[in-house]
């Protein structure tokens, strides 16, 4: 008796998401193959044991030996070793470079060095997030930095054209870079509320407004350093509230603008002057680095806090806000509007953000 046998054979790489997502999580063969025989695999397609755990081990091999592509992405398009779709090299791609949402929020402005990679172990722990997968997305992080941190031109751009990752992704970690660059405080307790979306944000909205790049598109660092020379500047903001009587008119027409408009309004008009010397000072300390690292931590306490303790909704403070920005301009003895604009253009936007009423 004879028997037919077809055979089909190609050179196309199989990929398999759910082990690249047991192998990207940083499981173990031993440990990703009990993973799979829990969904049920081995019921649903009638493998073995062996044949599984032949089958997972094959997988990760693949996956090693892509790794060394997936650290500098373009050269996994243009080799000829592994045959994969460009749709599934998209995936690879975008996956690897992918990260947790509660491992970013314990590093985000950390310096990208071997220091804070030696407290990875206790991150893992704290997380729950493998040792194995924390360390990859930090070295994802630290790659991406030390590549686009001195290039000219978009930072987004710069990310997207080297790692070919998505435009969301991209933003995320021009993000991440910004914040180490600049070594923003995101750590403190009173923070913790805030998520990484948060600070993204407000990095992009900072990245567009306040960077060197903002005013010059030709310069290396253009968005990854702020701009000194308007951090300099923001110092003549003081006058709005050194000044008594510009403050005082600045007052009037805030309130006269928002009366009956507001539900906290008169906890606005005698908290005025307090939260406008704190909007103001921070901006005319941001001449220095501490400062500029402690940003985020005096927005909380000079604004959130204060606001939130008075039972401000939201919607009261955007229309405060936008009405104590608009208002500068009507300020006779005031000569900065542009300055202003630039200022508390982002900032308005940031606190928006930050506030969780």
Request: glycine share 4%; proline share 2%; aromatic share 10%.
């Amino acid at each position: 008796m004879t028997s037919e046998l077809d055979i089909f054979v190609g050179n196309t790489t199989l990929i398999d998401e759910d082990v690249y997502r047991l192998w990207l999580d940083g499981y173990s063969v031993s440990d990703a193959v009990a993973l799979r025989v829990r969904s049920g695999i081995l019921e649903q397609t009638g493998a073995t044991a062996a044949v599984l755990q032949s089958d997972t081990m094959d997988h990760y091999r693949t996956f090693h030996m892509l790794e060394r592509l997936l650290h500098a992405p373009p050269k996994l398009l243009h080799q000829l070793i592994f045959q994969i779709p460009p749709s599934r090299q998209a995936l690879l791609i975008e996956r690897y470079y992918a990260f947790d949402e509660a491992f970013v929020r314990e590093v985000l402005g950390k310096k990208l060095s071997k220091g804070t990679k030696k407290d990875l172990d206790d991150i893992s722990t704290k997380t729950g997030i493998t040792l194995k997968s924390c360390r990859r997305q930090f070295d994802n992080f630290k790659r991406v930095f030390k590549v686009v941190e001195e290039m000219r031109g978009s930072l987004v751009d710069n990310i997207q054209q080297h790692f070919l990752l998505s435009d969301r992704l991209s933003r995320d970690y021009a993000a991440i870079v910004f914040f180490a660059n600049n070594r923003f405080e995101t750590g403190k307790k009173k923070l913790q509320y805030l998520s990484f979306g948060d600070f993204a944000f407000c990095a992009e909205l900072m990245i567009q407004n306040w960077t060197l790049g903002a005013v010059d598109s030709q310069v290396d660092d253009m968005d990854v350093d702020l701009d000194k020379e308007f951090l300099q500047d923001l110092k003549e903001l003081k006058v709005l509230v050194a000044d008594k009587d510009l403050l005082d008119l600045h007052k009037s027409v805030v309130c006269t603008a928002l009366r009956g408009k507001l539900s906290v309004f008169s906890e606005m008009e005698a908290n005025f002057k307090n939260l406008s010397r704190g909007l103001v000072n921070v901006a005319a300390k941001l001449i220095h680095n501490k400062d500029v690292r402690d940003l985020f931590v005096d927005l909380v306490e000079k604004f959130v806090e204060p606001c939130r303790s008075d039972h401000w909704p939201l919607s009261d403070v955007r229309l405060f806000l936008n009405q104590y920005s608009a208002s500068v301009h009507s300020l006779d003895g005031f000569r900065h509007q542009a300055l202003w604009d630039r200022y508390m253009g982002t900032l308005r936007g940031c606190l928006l953000r930050l506030y969780h009423d």
